[in-house]
């Protein structure tokens, strides 16, 4: 696939970013992507493996190894190399009902399978993929296709994140009649609340949106199955249901001082603000500013970083990001060999805008916080923290040990929790007396999601608790394809 020898003769090439300290002026996504002929060059060092790990989607020591979409990814390499690009978007979105947002905010495990990554820098698939779906925009490949058959069976979609949309497109796609409910003003889910602007411009999300309405999705909002939207009503109209509401029940910190005015979950802090910034461009004041305040992000992860990034943007005093984890290597180590997900030191974009700012990165790793400290009018003021080693237990599992007298107190107007998510929020569980698990994610096995609830099914989040959007719309697709066997078609 591509040229056999591209690998050898070319060189890893992709988008250049805008310099960090132009881009925290602004909430647009900043990044200018290779010309048509450049990208070509980057389809042709796709190399011929005859094992292409990339697209396999498999879990190597609970991680996944190569696309979990299995996107046929030496084809539209191969292709676009030849400057077949609409034959590569037609191969593209036989697997990924939504490449333009994969090929924006998702981790690439694609990369981190690629052969040629083995022993050098691996194929720019991410960028190949949003390049393809972009170009296929920009010529006017890309429109509605309407259905031409209608089966007469009706469908109702719980969600509109990735997962509910990839569930809400594959059945349309199928004939069915597919109604689309969100609780919040705008379609999307975390998409379009819970990843900032910068990361993934919502005119992407609302391109594609229009796409689905035309095709014949409808799309409620403001509506909240649980509170103002009935269960019994829900099962009344509609011969199947896909809950897909995400695990949006963020994990607390239940430390001493966490009533304090000034703790938020950064979940919340991230939806205020890009809700702010859709409806006003921040003129409304109806977000958790942090302009000349002192802030700390608890939580390592892409949630964490967003966080900082979003901090930086808003003029932050100062910024601290902690991890209860140690640093990871800044190259694999002999126990995590490719393909496997690499283990090593990521610094992503809110990471590298803090260090081009500050000449240092903002994350402290081993540290756990003891308490929280305030005034008494109840305003945070400082957070107590202590190092920690990870040892293991009586019953050999890695646990963090406190370090005697590393105790450090720091300056704190605001904090943000970014520690992860716990599951489906419980009041929709609830209203469909649907079963869960022991992890608290809705009960329903892998490759039929079918729940105990007649004519009720589940995908993403909700059933495999946090994961990758990419995972997410594999659910939803995979929901789809059973849905469309219970209906009978």
């Not at 690998?7 to 602004?26: G, T």
């Not at 809400?168 to 379609?187: C, I, P, Q």
């Not at 992407?204 to 403001?222: P, Y």
């Not at 059933?463 to 990758?468: A, K, T």
Request: proline letters at 4%; a negative charge; hydrophobic letters at 35%.
């Amino acid at each position: 696939m591509g040229k056999p020898t591209g690998f050898l003769e070319y060189e890893r090439k992709v988008s250049e970013a805008e310099s960090p300290k132009d881009r925290i002026q602004h909430y647009n996504e900043f990044h200018t992507y290779l010309s048509k002929e450049d990208q070509e060059i980057q389809g042709a060092r796709c190399m011929d493996c005859g094992v292409p790990f990339c697209q396999s989607g498999i879990l190597i020591k609970g991680m996944v190894s190569g696309c979990p979409l299995n996107n046929l990814i030496p084809e539209w390499n191969d292709l676009i190399y030849r400057g077949q690009w609409k034959e590569a978007v037609e191969r593209l979105l036989k697997t990924n009902n939504f490449p333009e947002f994969t090929g924006r905010v998702c981790p690439a495990p694609c990369e981190a399978g690629c052969t040629a990554g083995l022993n050098g820098p691996s194929v720019s698939i991410k960028e190949n993929e949003c390049s393809i779906i972009e170009r296929a925009y920009e010529e006017g490949v890309i429109k509605p296709n309407i259905p031409k058959n209608r089966t007469g069976k009706k469908v109702a979609v719980i969600g509109s994140g990735p997962a509910g949309l990839a569930a809400a497109d594959s059945l349309n796609k199928y004939g069915h009649e597919v109604t689309v409910f969100e609780r919040s003003d705008r379609f999307g889910g975390l998409l379009m609340y819970g990843i900032p602007n910068m990361k993934l411009e919502k005119r992407i999300i609302e391109r594609k949106l229009d796409i689905m309405r035309t095709e014949g999705v409808k799309f409620i909002n403001n509506a909240n199955v649980g509170q103002n939207y009935k269960k019994d009503d829900i099962l009344n109209e509609f011969d199947a249901v896909v809950l897909a509401c995400g695990a949006s029940n963020p994990r607390d910190l239940k430390a001493p001082g966490r009533e304090l005015k000034g703790i938020y979950f950064a979940v919340d802090f991230l939806k205020q603000n890009t809700k702010s910034l859709l409806d006003s461009n921040h003129e409304d004041d109806n977000y958790i500013s942090v302009k000349d305040k002192n802030v700390i992000v608890i939580g390592g992860g892409d949630t964490g970083t967003d966080c900082v990034a979003t901090s930086l943007r808003h003029g932050c005093k100062s910024v601290k990001q902690f991890e209860i984890m140690g640093e990871p290597p800044k190259e694999r180590t002999a126990n995590n060999p490719w393909p496997q997900w690499p283990r090593v030191l990521k610094v992503d974009y809110g990471q590298e805008e803090f260090i081009e700012m500050y000449g240092r990165d903002p994350r402290e790793y081993n540290i756990s916080v003891k308490t929280f400290e305030g005034d008494e009018s109840g305003n945070l003021k400082t957070v107590k923290t202590v190092r920690v080693n990870w040892e293991k237990n009586e019953k050999g599992a890695m646990v963090p040990k406190e370090i005697e007298g590393s105790e450090e107190i720091f300056e704190a107007d605001v904090v943000f929790l970014a520690m992860g998510f716990l599951g489906a929020e419980q009041y929709v569980v609830d209203e469909f007396k649907i079963e869960q698990d022991a992890r608290s994610n809705v009960k329903a096995e892998y490759g039929e999601f079918k729940t105990n609830v007649d004519k009720v099914f589940t995908a993403g989040d909700m059933r495999r608790g946090q994961s990758l959007v990419v995972w997410a719309i594999r659910e939803g697709r995979d929901a789809a394809t059973k849905v469309n066997e219970y209906l009978g078609n």
